[in-house]
């Protein structure tokens, strides 16, 4: 399993549900607390970039998917999806230099989820998580990862009642699995470190996943965020 925290070295971080980036759409995501941004080419094909133009720093993440390349909002130079300049539309005669380009991040989809990698050097791999997998939510909390951790780990009855026990997945912090007691599917959730003060839960099901049960598992991660920050609240009036 190569799926990490950003300050336990090199792995795949959960930061997104497949759902979220449709093809030829483009939003911005933070790994491993980098703004960048994760975009879908028209075929689909799923990339992650710096969220800065190296023309003047606009950032991507507000740019236009033009088939198969990305073009800035402000000046519309036009990037192919290995990251390279193809065309700036106010010399439209000028030959781009191999310089201008974007810097890249491995990106990878796999179990319902979009995985950056964090690491000084390139990915090895792919996320070790099940192939499959339907999108149920993503919730994001105003509380750091570490409390999102112990809540996951010490009060998951909490949450998911009725529906199974929570388990973190091969000792993995940021992974957890609920085998549901019928044992007709399974939840995973993913969490994702945002900054030191916020979190997120990517939640999918595999297996059985039908809309009511979708609809079920939806609602508990609303009462997992609210709890969290709750809780959250709670602890740091207390320390004030
Ligand atoms: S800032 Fe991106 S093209 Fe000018």
Same mark, same amino acid.
């Given at each position: 399993?190569?799926? *990490?925290?950003?300050?336990?070295?090199?792995?795949?971080?959960?930061?997104?549900?497949?759902?979220?980036?449709?093809?030829?759409?483009?939003? $911005?995501?933070?790994?491993?607390?980098? @703004?960048? #941004?994760?975009?879908?080419? $028209?075929?689909?094909? /799923?990339?992650?970039?710096? =969220? *800065?133009?190296? &023309?003047?720093?606009?950032?991507?993440?507000?740019?236009?998917?033009?088939?198969?390349?990305?073009?800035?909002?402000?000046?519309?130079?036009?990037?192919?999806?290995?990251?390279?300049?193809? @065309?700036? /539309?106010?010399?439209?005669?000028?030959?781009?230099?191999?310089?201008?380009?974007?810097?890249? +991040?491995?990106?990878?989809?796999?179990?319902?989820?979009?995985?950056?990698?964090?690491?000084?050097? *390139?990915?090895?791999?792919? /996320?070790?998580?099940?192939?499959?997998? %339907?999108?149920?939510?993503?919730? &994001?909390?105003?509380?750091?990862?570490?409390?999102?951790?112990?809540?996951?780990?010490?009060?998951?009855?909490? +949450?998911?009642? $009725?529906?199974?026990?929570?388990? /973190?997945? $091969?000792? &993995?912090?940021?992974? +957890?699995?609920? %085998?549901?007691?019928?044992?007709?599917?399974?939840?995973?959730?993913?969490? @994702?470190?945002?900054?030191?003060?916020?979190? #997120?839960?990517?939640?999918?099901?595999?297996? @059985?996943?039908?809309?009511?049960?979708?609809?079920?598992?939806?609602?508990?991660?609303?009462?997992?965020?609210?709890?969290?920050?709750?809780?959250? =609240?709670?602890?740091?009036?207390?320390?004030?």
């Amino acid at each position: 399993m190569t799926s *990490r925290l950003p300050d336990d070295g090199a792995g795949w971080i959960a930061i997104g549900l497949s759902d979220d980036v449709p093809a030829g759409c483009v939003t $911005g995501v933070v790994l491993a607390g980098r @703004q960048l #941004a994760l975009w879908r080419d $028209g075929e689909g094909a /799923p990339h992650l970039w710096e =969220d *800065r133009c190296p &023309h003047r720093g606009m950032r991507m993440s507000l740019g236009f998917v033009r088939g198969n390349d990305l073009a800035c909002l402000y000046h519309g130079w036009r990037f192919d999806g290995a990251g390279q300049c193809r @065309q700036i /539309p106010a010399h439209p005669e000028l030959k781009v230099s191999a310089r201008i380009c974007m810097k890249t +991040f491995d990106v990878a989809e796999r179990g319902g989820m979009l995985w950056g990698w964090h690491g000084r050097d *390139r990915a090895t791999g792919a /996320p070790e998580v099940a192939a499959s997998g %339907t999108a149920v939510r993503s919730i &994001h909390a105003a509380v750091p990862a570490g409390a999102m951790r112990v809540m996951l780990e010490e009060t998951p009855g909490e +949450f998911f009642y $009725g529906l199974g026990q929570l388990l /973190p997945v $091969g000792g &993995h912090p940021d992974l +957890f699995s609920l %085998t549901m007691e019928d044992g007709t599917g399974e939840l995973v959730l993913a969490l @994702q470190p945002i900054s030191s003060a916020q979190c #997120a839960v990517h939640a999918v099901l595999r297996g @059985q996943a039908d809309a009511a049960l979708r609809a079920e598992c939806a609602r508990r991660m609303g009462w997992l965020r609210d709890s969290a920050e709750r809780g959250h =609240d709670d602890r740091q009036g207390a320390d004030t």
